[in-house]
């Protein structure tokens, strides 16, 4: 079983779409999750961090689940430009080695 | 937010050579660099963790004589692929953590390497 593990999509959705992305991990002891997106060629950049009552920001909202050991993203009004990769990042053996999963491509068409 | 620099962006070589990646933090300084190999439509592999003053940690499957790595200072580590060949094509990035920051890493822009 992959450590973080995520459907790679793609999602095909309209503008103004709400969608939804779930990622399962496999360590039960990982402390620290969150959703980086990546840009086609690009540097992953940090969206959100994750935290266990689950957080907001803007149109993204994320939750954990511990017992299922699953992470998910909303987001809300999709827009052409949240076009990209998004990956779930979970944290390994340590705290600084972070484990990230395959991506889910999002493509939000007019 | 911190800037992390790396160059080159892309490099294209000869089968053979060796080629050095530069990973700089601008604004920050980092004890420690994480550097990553990302094929197309994979994950981001850790490849190695680098620790200023020591000896970088690496994973477990990747060559650390093939992969030198160095973190001479705060703000700078580098990747030198030895002898590089096909298969080493890669994207390749590097991460650093802003020491008494919030945790979170930042990435530099990555170096798209094809070994001829």
């Known amino acids: 079983r992959k450590e973080v593990e995520q459907d790679p999509g793609p999602f095909n959705v309209p503008e103004g779409a709400t969608v939804a992305f779930n990622c399962t991990y496999s360590n039960s002891a990982s402390q620290s999750f969150f959703w980086y997106r990546q840009d086609c060629r690009k540097e992953p950049k940090l969206l959100m961090s994750v935290y266990s009552s689950g957080n907001e920001d803007g149109r993204f909202t994320a939750q954990l689940n511990r017992a299922s050991q699953y992470i998910s993203l909303l987001i809300r009004d999709s827009k052409l430009s949240d076009s990209a990769t998004y990956l779930c990042?979970?944290?390994?053996?340590?705290?600084?080695?972070?484990?990230f999963g395959t991506g889910t491509r999002l493509q939000v068409f007019p | 937010g911190a800037v992390v620099s790396q160059h080159p962006s892309w490099v294209i070589c000869k089968s053979g050579t060796s080629v050095k990646i530069e990973c700089r933090s601008l604004?920050?300084?980092?004890?420690?660099m994480f550097w990553y190999r990302q094929f197309p439509k994979q994950s981001l592999m850790l490849m190695a963790t680098?620790?200023?003053?020591?000896?970088?940690?690496?994973e477990q499957g990747v060559e650390k004589d093939k992969f030198l790595i160095n973190h001479a200072s705060l703000t700078l580590s580098t990747l030198t692929v030895t002898s590089a060949h096909p298969e080493d094509s890669s994207f390749y990035i590097c991460?650093?953590?802003?020491?008494?920051?919030?945790?979170?890493?930042?990435f530099g822009e990555g170096s798209r390497l094809t070994v001829l």
């Open positions: 680098s620790n200023e003053g020591s000896k970088a940690t690496y």
């Open positions: 990042v979970v944290n390994g053996d340590n705290t600084d080695k972070l484990i």
């Open positions: 991460s650093a953590r802003e020491i008494g920051g919030t945790g979170e890493l930042f």
């Open positions: 604004d920050f300084q980092a004890t420690t």
